[in-house]
Each structure stands twice: as structure tokens, then as C-alpha cells.
């Protein structure tokens, strides 16, 4: 069992970054649900992609990529983004369905730009 890094309680369901911070399947859903919701309400998102790519922000790029990374990634975690597959795996159908429509933003924005 892991402690999750949001709501501080032992939980077996989670999900662990590379530098083994747990979140729980209960604190993940809106995590990922917020994060979806956010990027598609993200102006400018090519540019805003393209200057954190200047300035080597590989967590930024792979958030405007709609990319799930752990919660503590802009608390000084330098784990890489999970995979699809583990996201999916530990939340509900519906958030999934959210996240994988956000990885479209990044595309279609450098399409009109």
C-alpha cells in the first residue's frame, strides 16, 4: 500500500510516478478531469507549447501535449508523463474519455496557427 500525495491516506489503488509518489484512484479522477477541462481552455496553446519548448520545460510541453504527469511535477517531481495505459487503468471511463480528447488542443492548434 502506498500513502497518496493529495489526500495523505493509505490506499492500494493507485497510481506511482518514477520517483514513487502515489496518488490514489480517488484524488487522480478530478486530477485528470481538471487537467483535460483546463488545456481545452487554454488560449494560445501552440505558442504557450512552443516557448516552453525553448526554454527545455519537457513537464510544461508534455502538459499542453495532454499528457497526465504526477501532481508533484510542478512541486519539483521530474518523473515523466504515465502512461495512457496506467491512466486509464485507474480512472473512471468518462475522465479517460476527457483526457485522451485533450491530446487533440496541442494538434489542431499548430493546424490553425
Known amino acids: 500500500m502506498f500513502r497518496c500525495i493529495i489526500c495523505y491516506e493509505e490506499k492500494e489503488?493507485?497510481?506511482?510516478?518514477?520517483?514513487?509518489?502515489?496518488?490514489?484512484?480517488?484524488?487522480?479522477?478530478?486530477?485528470?478531469?481538471?487537467?483535460?477541462?483546463?488545456?481545452?481552455?487554454?488560449?494560445?496553446?501552440?505558442?504557450?507549447?512552443?516557448?516552453?519548448?525553448?526554454?527545455?520545460?519537457?513537464?510544461a510541453v508534455a502538459k499542453f501535449e495532454g499528457r497526465c504527469l504526477c501532481p508533484l511535477s510542478a512541486h519539483g517531481c521530474n518523473a515523466g508523463p504515465f502512461e495512457d495505459k496506467d491512466v486509464a487503468a485507474h480512472v473512471p471511463p468518462e475522465v479517460f474519455c476527457a483526457f485522451v480528447g485533450s491530446k487533440v488542443h496541442l494538434p489542431l492548434a499548430r493546424k490553425l496557427q
Not at 29 to 50: E, Q
Open 13 to 59: 489503488r493507485t497510481i506511482v510516478c518514477s520517483e514513487d509518489h502515489a496518488t490514489c484512484e480517488e484524488c487522480l479522477a478530478p486530477f485528470v478531469a481538471g487537467n483535460a477541462d483546463a488545456l481545452s481552455k487554454t488560449d494560445l496553446i501552440a505558442s504557450m507549447a512552443d516557448a516552453a519548448a525553448a526554454r527545455n520545460d519537457i513537464a
